[in-house]
């Protein structure tokens, strides 16, 4: 039995009391991390509640845990308690097919169909609307951008959630204008990207950030918040521009000089696009996973 996230945890955890199914869970996010008490949806109380739910019922009646990031297993064995040989960490993976290498052709096509033009320099971020993903920092960043470098055109997809509404009052108080565009729901990211010259990527925590993974295979210079997760595949000045969480500043900062210095940007995503094929192809995963499938069957059940 394979369960993700905390409810469905619970309930497989406890519909195989008894039996001799043995209980895989995927430990997807840095769930506990101490920013998230930020979040003026989270209640501290609420959440150590969960944590603790959490905790006994992974110590008591898993088999095992995946991990999708050593980030991960090292927050969720340090948060849960969880001895972290019960802890396999398999990557997630994307597609190469379905993404591909944009060419020139491709760039002026997605750029067509988005009506911008070929001297716009496009900013683009992709993940949902929620305090997690911190794109409140990128609308903040925008005007320093803007200020100088009038072509600059970002460009927000992803669906709307708990933070729209923080988010449109952002854009309104900072007179953004038509040049902050969201998008919402698309499922034509890789057109996205072969429009993009920078992939920006705020977020204040992550498990593992899979739309990164799409940039660095599309091989779009990645400006991103230096997180463990992502530390733990890119390198500052190697493979992308990390800056610190929470600093509009230094956000605008790493963009700019990715756009100013082209030949570095093509450099860092060439670099990107190595790792990503060195680590994060979806047969990769695959393998990955049916080995720890493997594994866990023959451990047998814990409850």
Same mark, same amino acid.
């Given at each position: 039995?394979?369960?993700?996230?905390?409810?469905?945890?619970?309930?497989?955890?406890?519909?195989?009391?008894?039996?001799?199914?043995?209980?895989?869970?995927?430990?997807?996010?840095?769930?506990?991390d101490?920013?998230?008490?930020?979040?003026?949806?989270?209640?501290?109380?609420?959440?150590?509640?969960?944590?603790?739910a959490?905790?006994?019922?992974?110590?008591?009646l898993?088999?095992?845990?995946?991990?999708?990031?050593?980030?991960?297993?090292?927050?969720?064995?340090?948060?849960?308690?969880?001895?972290?040989?019960?802890?396999?960490?398999?990557e997630?993976?994307?597609?190469?097919?379905?993404?591909?290498?944009?060419?020139?052709?491709?760039?002026?096509?997605?750029?067509?169909?988005?009506?911008?033009?070929?001297?716009?320099?496009?900013?683009?971020?992709?993940?949902?609307?929620?305090?997690?993903?911190?794109?409140?920092?990128?609308?903040?960043?925008?005007?320093?951008? !803007?200020?100088?470098?009038?072509?600059?055109?970002? /460009?927000? $997809?992803? *669906?709307?959630?708990?933070?729209? %509404? #923080?988010?449109? &009052?952002?854009?309104?108080?900072?007179?953004?204008?038509?040049?902050?565009?969201?998008?919402?729901?698309?499922?034509?990211?890789?057109?996205?990207?072969?429009?993009?010259?920078?992939?920006?990527?705020?977020?204040?925590?992550?498990?593992?950030?899979?739309a990164?993974l799409?940039?660095?295979? !599309?091989?779009?210079?990645?400006?991103?918040?230096? /997180?463990? $997760?992502? *530390?733990?595949?890119?390198?500052? %000045? #190697?493979?992308? &521009?990390?800056?610190?969480?929470?600093?509009?500043?230094?956000?605008?900062?790493?963009?700019?000089?990715?756009?100013?210095?082209?030949?570095?940007a093509?450099?860092?995503?060439?670099?990107?696009?190595?790792?990503?094929?060195?680590r994060?192809?979806?047969?990769?995963?695959?393998?990955?996973?049916?080995?720890?499938?493997?594994?866990?069957?023959n451990?047998?059940?814990?409850?």
């Open positions: 039995l394979h369960t993700i996230h905390f409810e469905s945890d619970l309930v497989g955890r406890f519909a195989a009391v008894g039996t001799s199914v043995p209980v895989l869970s995927s430990l997807v996010n840095t769930s506990y101490a920013v998230r008490l930020k979040d003026p949806r989270i209640r501290p109380w609420k959440l150590e509640m969960v944590r603790l959490d905790a006994w019922t992974g110590r008591h898993n088999t095992h845990f995946h991990a999708i990031s050593p980030a991960v297993k090292e927050a969720s064995s340090r948060a849960l308690g969880l001895d972290p040989e019960r802890i396999t960490v398999v997630r993976g994307r597609e190469t097919g379905r993404l591909g290498l944009p060419s020139l052709e491709d760039r002026a096509q997605a750029r067509q169909k988005l009506g911008l033009g070929d001297d716009d320099q496009v900013v683009l971020n992709v993940a949902r609307q929620e305090f997690q993903k911190g794109q409140r920092y990128l609308l903040e960043a925008c005007p320093a951008l !803007m200020t100088s470098r009038p072509r600059v055109r970002v /460009l927000i $997809a992803g *669906r709307t959630g708990n933070a729209t %509404g #923080e988010l449109q &009052s952002t854009m309104s108080r900072l007179g953004l204008g038509e040049r902050v565009r969201f998008l919402g729901h698309r499922d034509d990211v890789p057109t996205l990207l072969a429009a993009a010259d920078v992939f920006a990527f705020p977020s204040l925590y992550e498990g593992l950030g899979g990164v799409e940039a660095m295979a !599309m091989e779009v210079p990645i400006v991103a918040s230096s /997180l463990p $997760a992502l *530390r733990d595949y890119l390198e500052d %000045g #190697e493979s992308a &521009s990390l800056v610190p969480p929470e600093s509009p500043e230094a956000l605008a900062e790493g963009i700019v000089r990715t756009l100013d210095e082209p030949e570095m093509r450099r860092l995503a060439r670099r990107s696009r190595e790792v990503f094929e060195s994060f192809t979806m047969d990769q995963s695959v393998a990955g996973m049916v080995a720890l499938y493997r594994r866990v069957a451990q047998g059940g814990a409850g």
